[in-house]
């Protein structure tokens, strides 16, 4: 056949293809299959001093309750088109809870957590197990369980709330339950009884059993993770293996039923660099969002520089390179889909290409 | 505030979110996260024989080779928007090579398995073990094996593709690399040296190991699928436990060296209906594409009927309520997200809702 | 003190810590917790021309019935001080059923196997499903399997059955429970159940859940062992790998559920060395009973050479050191406790020692 | 033939089976499958008001140091004739340090814990790490670590060895070697490098892999254990669960890796019973030696009823019925085989017998 009429019979296949249902891969190939992660999500960093101000705003516009559910303002991707997606798989949120106002319950089949950055006075009610909440603190609010919050204080308080909804909602597995108006388990204990069972290092109760799928250690406090990461920065100066870098300290938390990430499809770590200190470039398959707890430094992704301070969020794509440097000391919040991808074995093909 | 004042104000408001990279939960947690799924993606059938004379006019006009890499036409399913995705998380494709044609060598992260309705005389040399293609075998290329197909013969063949390409594009988490231009390993073996050494029933080697991420048994022939589908109907007949269901064997396609999945992220099933039988309404929270493999009846999805014959193809979202029945004998072949599914353990929650 | 009254002192310590049910660490230490393992077992081997005639007196001397159960020679260790056990763990036996005897039905938490010399014309009934026994084949009796066995011919049948009676007798977790006296499921089918629905190379039924503590499959028959020790080595003659070593082919029964042993104590195994192989010398921690199915050849035992013709056995205790000399085409049997030693981790420290 | 000659020709077999070393199973299929256990052990009482002395004239009498290893007094289990084994697979031991005396470092396949009953003042130092010994700690020194003690004070410390030495010594797994004469790591730092890494509940570190064979956690302090067990009994004060039983709070000791028992073949708890609380009569497929930690009041042994006091030790066997009965609060610590029958799926039968 002449060009011309090659070019019209393909033409004429390509309608025919979209008329059935249908696109050829050959137009495709490369978009589809990289020769490494092209992600559409930006790197990005969100001010705390843009976040926090926003928030006191909704909080005196916008009620708190049934329908809406819950007074909480979403990282929405640069590069994920109006979406309230902080990564493809992750949502991020200030939520925000005025002086004595309460969050009805709710149960659903996203995994949650809320890391808190300032304040206290909130409780959280995990299956009827009251949670306190205080800086630096992680709580859990696993797959299905209920959960409302109540503030019994007359000050706001403000954290970060993280879910897996884009990856669930990605993948059809939506599910979602009221509970009931006024909650109840509006005591205020020190400690919740999931800590009291859970919280001893390395005991597990005999009587109870733990879900392998996520950890029913519901609170993880600060005072453990400071601690925690001042014993490997030490050990580090007396000469012995433990921290993760030079001047840098990172903890994991983990199920202590099975060691497993506290959730199934979301990893959360805390880090700690010394003042100067650099965790030097690297690039991950999975994406992640760091919240800085404390201190201040700089993010360098993709070569690009961005400061960050105090309560400042950055959200990192997979394969996105990633430097650090702490000015002053600086404490580093994080969570991330890794599980999710090594759940699914796709960080083998990046461990051959390194 | 008055009303006017305090809508004012909200507009501002939702205006400085969008500035700041911002989005309110509240006016959208319905729609992020509902009481059950509500899939974009469709439940929809493509007919083989709309397919099969595409793929032929393709086969004259579109050359296979080097950057296109492969003359596949992908199922875009109406519900995606133009994607070329069946479902959310999967990839499949009518693969068709010309009578003495090659597709060049490369590998990629994302896993894949060739399911063959007809024909037969391609190899698929995967990482130097030239695999044969036969009517009714599932044959796998794992996550960064090398794999190309030669056509040894004078006619035709096509054949379906399926992958994890949505789902590893999802998470970002490509790697691709082109291999050698003219594929090694041009011999035509009857079986791959992959099934002399796995494929024989319970035993496996004590001089290598298998991988444990995906099969090394890298064909599964059509003679023992058959096989044990013919086994567990007539175990019922005979009044012994066996079969899925009434009428209704099945199989599923597992790695030896631990009876997972033959692929992370991807199960791959055989059914068997007896002529009449009917597999009962159901949902699933996974998404799945069934081929006709022989025989003819009706998916009922949702409540809509949709006849099919040999080579049709039905891709079902999750959560999609799916009949099934036969009319004469009824063989099914299906593939499915449901391992990614059960390893983020996002079936719990749908477990306790039914 | 002088010395004469410390002696003195000392020897009425000793009484004294015997009258109070003590014994000193400092004076067994050595014996307790020697450099390397000194089994009390022997390396030792019987000869088939021995044990078969005693097998055929005691067919002509002693019934088989409820009771005695079984009419069982068990290989007694020259080590171990007239206990009826080949290794400190396994359990070795000739089992003779005369021609239409019947063996009753039974069921213990013991694992057993039997392993088919020669002859054929029984069946196993497990659970009641028949499973023929002919020669090579590996047939399964799962603990808490009910199993009796009936020769349907106007022969004798003998075999060899392995059981880990010393080692769940050592750690007191015996239960036995007597069945019907008279078999059940005495039909002969060519194929158990079992087989129809679990023998299927990586096909595993949809329907039924298989044990992940046992094999659901409870015959592993000669046909498929020979091909694939024959595959193996045909593949070495090729250039590729698959074998365990030169001239040397070898599998292991697995679990086609999970990929584990066929029982949770006895690892299973069938190798095969070409005429003038040898499987070098070599030590490990677990002890092993070897059968010769075919062929002839030597077993250097700590340096010491024995001869072996078929169905000549040998015991060879922990860390003794094996090489195996073939003089024709030699295949053997073996079966071990080595699942015992790996699941107690306790292979951890050799594996530093070598 | 007539009566007397089957005896004579039985006679002559039962003889021949001897001289080629064989014995029959149908004249003690009894003793070696019986109905339910029949532990040779006994169930056995040791009083801390007889041990203690004893140990106190051996640190009189009999140096410590290299050979000996170690002035550790075992418990001999009057049904397992002369051997110094608590229960088949278990060694209990009083170890005694006088003032300023150094255990010699050494390492082995065995593993080993402490259990400290009463002193403090020794440090035993782990591969390196010195690990302070206190009322209540458990104290680990897994499979092949070097290990030696150092008493810093003027006054002799005692505690309970305990140990997988008959376990291993029967499976022909032993490995020894010796260490350095004099100990390096003399320092004596309240906390174990170990813990500082591995002892935060709930957080692991990044930097560092921990064992998942046996607990990186080389100290277990009584302070948390304490908490733990009060903690749940408070919890059963208020309505909630966690407790293990009536008046009973129980804790395993766990690896903070996996969740795993500290050691792979040695279960470690620590049960509190309230003033007149009672656990129950029941049987286990496990032997166990029980040590009172604090408080008295009695175990009934297969209905003998025996009085126990501070540091009083208790074998049990496998399936020997126990029931304890608290006079005051009674604190006791617990080790048993359970990972060994559980690993090996020994447990089974039992649980479906019931």
Not at 14 to 34: K, S
Not at 313 to 323: D, I, K, M, Q
């Amino acid at each position: 056949m002449a060009g011309v009429e090659v070019d019209t019979e393909l033409e004429r296949l390509y309608e025919d293809f979209g008329r059935h249902g249908l696109l050829p891969l050959w137009t495709q190939r490369e978009d589809l299959m990289p020769v490494t992660p092209r992600p559409a999500a930006a790197a990005h960093r969100w001010r705390w001093r843009d976040l926090y101000p926003l928030a006191q705003r909704a909080g005196a516009l916008v009620p708190v309750g049934r329908g809406g559910e819950r007074r909480a303002i979403a990282l929405a991707n640069p590069g994920l088109a109006g979406l309230p997606h902080a990564t493809p798989t992750l949502w991020a949120a200030v939520q925000y809870l005025g002086a004595r106002e309460t969050a009805p319950a709710h149960r659903h089949s996203q995994n949650a957590f809320r890391f808190v950055l300032e304040g206290e006075g909130v409780w959280t009610v995990v299956d009827g197990d009251p949670v306190a909440m205080r800086r630096g603190d992680l709580l859990l609010t696993p797959a299905w369980a209920f959960h409302g919050h109540h503030n019994t204080t007359d000050e706001p308080m403000a954290w970060l709330d993280g879910l897996d909804i884009p990856l669930v909602g990605y993948l059809d597995a939506n599910f979602f339950e009221f509970g009931e108006e006024r909650l109840s388990g509006l005591s205020t204990p020190d400690r919740s009884r999931a800590e009291r069972l859970w919280g001893h290092p390395g005991l597990v109760p005999v009587g109870v059993a733990g879900s392998a799928i996520s950890s029913p250690l519901s609170a993880y406090r600060w005072e453990h993770t400071d601690a925690a990461l001042a014993a490997q920065l030490e050990l580090a100066d007396e000469g012995h293996p433990g921290a993760a870098g030079p001047g840098h300290a990172a903890i994991r938390f983990a199920n202590p039923v099975n060691g497993d990430d506290v959730l199934p499809t979301i990893r959360t770590e805390m880090h700690r660099l010394r003042p100067g200190a650099v965790r030097s470039a690297r690039r991950e398959v999975s994406s992640s969002v760091w919240q800085v707890f404390d201190g201040s430094g700089a993010f360098v992704l993709d070569g690009v520089r961005s400061e960050v301070d105090r309560g400042d969020l950055v959200a990192v794509p997979s394969w996105g390179e990633t430097e650090i440097r702490a000015n002053d000391r600086l404490d580093l919040f994080r969570f991330s889909d890794a599980p999710v991808i090594e759940r699914l074995r796709l960080n083998q093909s990046a461990e051959i290409v390194r």
